[in-house]
């Protein structure tokens, strides 16, 4: 399969650098995600230092995908179910009529070499460290949704992107060759002209990752059982995956009013956390994931190392 101009640009990985240990690592994981992003060759954006960072409250409100359908209520079984958004509201007719739907199956991509990360990415641009001190939590009654007072930030073709909020899907909404997996999280981030990029982590049962334990504690008990926590030390850039292949494509949002023009990376290799982590997250998600899509005349690429 020959690949268009536009996705021999998108070849642009995440790999950890050369010299560089984990720690580190974490801290130029911001310039990974501008990097995994690009058309082209990208350079990190500063994250202005001075610039004062919507508390996690008001951002909840900002982009909230689970609730962009208003009053409507609709869900995941039954009479309101994917199969019949496009029914409960004029609002939702992109759920049925659009034609780059989200979720897909990620499967007969067009394979891209991707470059390395470079070890640096400019002096003096990463001037923030991405630690999370306070984190809220809800239940949306369509998912659990986390924001933090740590907003990871980049700059692609002008506009400014900063993640906003990250939320659970159980099962997988994505399909990898056809197969589910537990998991999925969901990173959305946000420009100021309101473009969404949405990166997407599937998730399977394996090793333990402390990293996700001060989430899994303060998961809330139910719809109305907000949690606000303060006085943490989380670098949030742990929760987004380093990683060496991922797949991109351009979708949509996966619930109502499936909104299309929304970019997507998803990484091809699965994230791991244990058997008690998964439980303690799915008992929580009630198979909250929206069937796969056609992919239509849509370009898929999968992005590897060179």
């Known amino acids: 399969m020959v690949c268009s101009e536009s996705s021999k640009k998108a070849g ?31 350079q990190c954006a500063q994250m ?30 039954g009479e309101i179910g994917p199969e019949h958004w496009a029914d409960l509201s004029p609002d939702f007719a992109l759920c049925r009529e659009g034609t780059e739907q989200s979720p897909i199956n990620l499967m007969e991509a067009t394979e891209v070499e991707g470059s ?43 506009e400014h992107y ?46 333990h990752s402390r990293v996700w334990d001060p989430v899994i ?25 380093v990683a060496e292949r991922y797949y991109r494509y351009r979708g949509s949002l996966t619930t109502p009013p499936c909104s299309e023009s929304v970019e997507w990376i998803v990484i091809a290799d699965k994230s791991q956390i244990s058997a008690e982590q998964m439980a303690a997250l799915t008992s929580h998600l009630h198979h909250n994931n929206r069937v796969v899509q056609p992919l239509g005349d849509r370009e898929l690429v999968l992005v590897g190392t060179e």
């Open 12 to 42: 642009v990985i995440l790999a950890r650098p050369f010299g560089i240990s984990g720690k580190e690592t974490m801290k130029i994981l911001i310039c990974a995600v501008a990097a995994l992003f690009a058309l082209g060759t990208f």
């Open 48 to 77: 202005n230092q001075g610039r004062e960072s919507a508390p996690p409250a008001e951002r909840v409100a900002e982009v909230e995908p689970a609730k962009q359908g208003g009053e409507v209520h609709w869900g995941y079984e």
């Open 116 to 158: 390395a990360l470079k070890p640096k990415c400019g002096e003096g641009v990463l001037t923030l460290e991405q630690r999370a001190r306070v984190m809220d939590l809800v239940d949306n009654g369509h998912t659990i949704q986390v924001t933090t007072d740590a907003t990871p930030a980049f700059d692609l073709d002008g």
């Open 162 to 207: 900063e993640l906003v909020q990250y939320h659970f899907h159980a099962p997988s909404e994505h399909m990898i060759n056809g197969e589910y997996a537990p998991l999925e999280i969901h990173f959305v981030h946000k420009s100021t002209a309101g473009h969404l990029v949405v990166l997407g982590v599937l998730v399977e049962e394996g090793r």
């Open 217 to 241: 504690a303060a998961l809330p008990s139910g719809p109305g059982d907000p949690r606000h926590l303060e006085g943490l030390d989380i670098d949030v850039n742990e929760l987004q995956p």
